[in-house]
């Protein structure tokens, strides 16, 4: 098996996956980490990804150009961790505490327009 990047480089792997997290594994052998690090942030080789078995394509992964990790598995296999850009676990927490602050103001605002209206129909 073998995923042939946007710039037409190409890496023998073992699989390719999404996980529930929404980030892309690819799991190779016999590659060093300096050379996954160097191909795999290259956000112009990773922006689209075909895996291909025996010449058919099984998959394309597009868009997936941050590299978050290299995983050490058993055997020599290595891991590589990619999320699209924008979706990785920090930045999905980052936006949504931003969306919280601006819920809570909101709510603020909401809650003093409500106190406003009680006071009128009390007098």
Known sequence: MKI??????????QSAGTQA?????????????DELK???SDSF?????TVKER???IAVYEK??????IVKYT??????VLFKKGETQEEKLSAMQEENAELKKTVDMLQGCI????ELVYQ
């Open 4 to 13: 042939v990047f946007n710039d037409a480089a190409e890496l023998q792997i």
């Open 21 to 33: 997290d929404g980030s892309l594994l690819i799991k190779v052998i016999s590659v060093s980490e």
């Open 38 to 40: 160097t191909l795999f």
């Open 45 to 49: 080789a990773t922006a689209k990804m």
């Open 55 to 57: 010449g058919q394509e």
């Open 64 to 69: 997936y150009t941050t590299l978050n990790a």
């Open 75 to 80: 055997a020599g296999i290595l891991g590589v």
């Open 115 to 118: 106190l406003e209206m009680s």
